[in-house]
């Protein structure tokens, strides 16, 4: 199945408990923070290692089998413009009091990224982190000139695995399954989560 663009990123912190932080320990009221085009986007979720490299099973001299290694998934983020308290809050930035962060525990984030299938009208596709955490590597500055030069928000996000999933780190939601609801994604992903009252559950109505 094949798969087109980036329809929506929505990220949420995870507490302790593995469940969805809330309010202020959170990032919004109800504890998910979508990256909409009021926040300029997303421009690209590279998504990688979601499984092993195959290990080649020998016999009579011949390969007679593989085996296939769990994956470790990690994406390479480029968001046009995160803002600068959600930016720093998912990287585990410490805020002074005074203006100035340190990096502090990177706190655990769960993620969900929908796309849309090709052909048929296309369906939404999603990709689900229930747990993972984020960090930034480096910031390439350079000069603007006649032109601007901008550096985006490029965070990594490196998965890990949750035992109501099986102890895998990543799930694949099909939103053309006669049996797929929106909510029970968000609460499957989002641990607690809770679709807001007034309609509409998900990824791209709740959250700032």
Do not use: C
């Not at 009021?38 to 979720?45: F, H, I, M, N, P």
């Amino acid at each position: 199945m094949a798969v087109k663009g980036i329809k929506l990123v929505t990220l949420g912190l995870i507490g302790d408990d593995g469940k969805l932080l809330t309010g202020e320990a959170g990032l919004s009221t109800n504890g998910i923070y979508p990256v909409t085009t009021e926040v300029l986007g997303t421009k690209s979720a590279n998504i990688s290692n979601i499984s092993g490299a195959p290990v080649q099973i020998y016999g009579n001299d011949t390969q007679v089998d593989a085996d296939i290694p769990k994956g470790t998934p990690s994406v390479a983020l480029d968001f046009n413009g995160l803002p600068a308290v959600i930016k720093h809050k998912i990287l585990g930035r410490v805020n002074d009091g005074k203006g100035g962060y340190t990096q502090g525990t990177p706190p655990k984030v769960a993620m969900l990224i929908e796309t849309t299938s090709v052909g048929n009208g296309g369906t939404p596709q999603y990709v689900g982190f229930a747990k993972g955490i984020l960090n930034e590597a480096a910031m390439n500055l350079q000069t603007s000139t006649n032109t601007i030069t901008r550096v985006d928000d490029s965070p990594t996000y490196t998965a890990f695995g949750v035992s109501r999933w099986g102890n895998e780190a990543i799930k694949f939601f099909e939103g053309g399954d006669a049996n797929f609801t929106e909510e029970n994604m968000m609460a499957d992903v989002f641990n607690g989560y809770t679709a807001p009252s007034s309609g509409g559950s998900g990824s791209g109505t709740g959250g700032q």
